[in-house]
Every structure is written in C-alpha cells, then in structure tokens.
C-alpha cells in the first residue's frame, strides 16, 4: 500500500509538472544535462519531478549516456550544455587546456558510507597491500578512479602500487570475475556491492576510495567555460536548485526510493537494500584537491594544480 501511495504522488506531480511546463513554456531556460542515469542523481530528478527546476526558471533536460565520457564529449563539442563526469577524468582535458570547467557539485565518497569497496574471494590469502604486490586487479576502465584509488589503498597499507597488473572488467562482472580467480581483487560498487556482501561471495579487503581522503567529491557537473561565461545567473539558479535537493535526498532515502526504482529501472524491494548515494550541498574545493593530489601522486596525470583551476571562475 505504502507504494501504490507513494508511486500514485508521484504521478501526480508529474501531471502538475507537465501543465505547468506547458504554462510556462515560454519562460523557461532549457538545460541538456548528460550523463549515465544512476541512483546518485536522484537529487536531480526529484528537483524535475517536484517542479523545483520549473520554478527557478529552468526546463531541465536529463539525457542518459553509457558513460560519463560520452557525455563530457557531447559537452565539449556543444551537443549538451552539462556533463555529469567522475572528477578525475577532467584531469587530462584540464592539463590539454581543453575549456571546460566544474559547474555544480556531485557525489561525494565518505568513508562512514562507502559506496565501493576493494573486494576478493572468500577463500583468498591476501590481508594487505603487499599482499597483492605482482597481482591481477580488476577495473571497470583502466586509469578510471576505482583504479587510482586501488594504488592508494596499496599504498597505504605497505604494498607496491606500482606492481599492480590491471586489466578493465565491468563493474557488473567484477563478482563473477573475482569468484572465478581471474583477477585477484577488484572494487565493486553500488549496487552490486550489497548483493555480494549480503551472499558472502566476495569478501572486503578495505575501502579503497578511504585511502585517497575519508572524504571527497567523486563527481561533478561540468560546462564549456564560454557556456557557463554565457548563462551566470541561469548556473547560480542551477545551483540554488542543486544544494536544495541534495540537502532534502540526502536526508529522504525512504521517500525517494519509488523515483530511485523509476530512474534506474530498479526493483523497488531492491532499492532499500543498496547503498545510497549522498551528493554535496555546496562546491568544496578541499573536497576536490585530495583527487587531484592523488592522480599527480600516482602518476595518472603528469601533475598536479590547484583545485580552484578546475572550477568556473563565477564561484572562486
């Protein structure tokens, strides 16, 4: 009943965002915001499902991608006008002074509530990070932040990151593969994570985000800088519209799981047993500067900058 309820209000702001939109039509500034469709913008599509966007002006347009990569590239080349991107993987456009910059704030990883842990069989030996020295690790793309956050984890816990064999395994077989001993360990992530911890088919080694800071900023939105130069006030009221619904999804886990079920095509029952995600309320660059840091430390990038580089200049 609980959920016939919730999903029946939710049709129902759907019906009312709809005659509004059409309302108000002529008003609203229209943003293409791209980007794999995942629990973690749940804050997001409850700020388009609740008329939040609506009513600062803004006619959000979410666009699903295979991948935070397509969508910087449809970003950089004009197709879209926002990028929901893994904040390491701006680094190598930043260095080549390709002109994008960070918007809005993203998913923040937390070492009180990982989101991916370092995961290996049951059954395997391995307790540290010199442990898997010489060994196979599993990652959904190589050079990616599961990769750079397993060095750090090696790193820190005695081992030689600069050892360590990784070969691209999708997060959705990273178990199987594990299970199996083709890789020796690997980071598996929400919500696949939860289903492994609870069958006890994989068992955790650490948390390997933790290893790069307790806490820092995964994610971010980010913009061509002549975009975002374009439309000042249209990226403040983005924002405005951004902290306010983190701030009530971050806090709302319960009452959002029929929209989480609605964007990722869930099952609802399934939706209360993983991790959920909590996004930012602000632009922090002491959340950002730990990645940063990180990347120049393990040589995914050539060198490090400041975080404030990376941010448009409208909130330095």
Known sequence: MRRRTALVSIAASVTALTLARGARAQTLEVIKSAGPLTEDITNVYWAVKTG???RNGIDLQLVGTNSGSAAMAAVVTGSYDLARVGIPASFPAHLRDIPIVIVAPGLLARSSNPFSLLQTAPDAPYKTGADLNGKTIGTPAIGDLNTLATKAWVDKNGGDWRSLKFVEIPNSAMEAAIVQKR?????????????????????????????????????AY???????????????????????????????????????????????????QIPRGFNATSLDLSLIQPLIDASAKFEHIPRGFPARDLVWEGFR
């Open 52 to 54: 939040l966007f609506q």
């Open 183 to 219: 890789v020796d360990a690997g980071v598996i992530q929400s919500p696949q994570l939860a289903a492994s911890l609870a069958a006890k088919a994989t068992k955790t080694l650490g948390d390997a985000w933790g290893a790069i800071a307790p806490t820092f900023m995964a994610g």
């Open 222 to 272: 980010f913009a061509r800088i002549d975009w975002a130069n374009a439309h000042p006030d249209l990226v403040r009221r983005y924002n405005r519209v951004y902290d306010q619904a983190s701030a009530y999804v971050n806090t709302h886990y319960k009452e959002t799981e029929p929209l989480v079920a609605e964007l990722t095509k869930m099952e609802l029952a399934n939706v209360a």
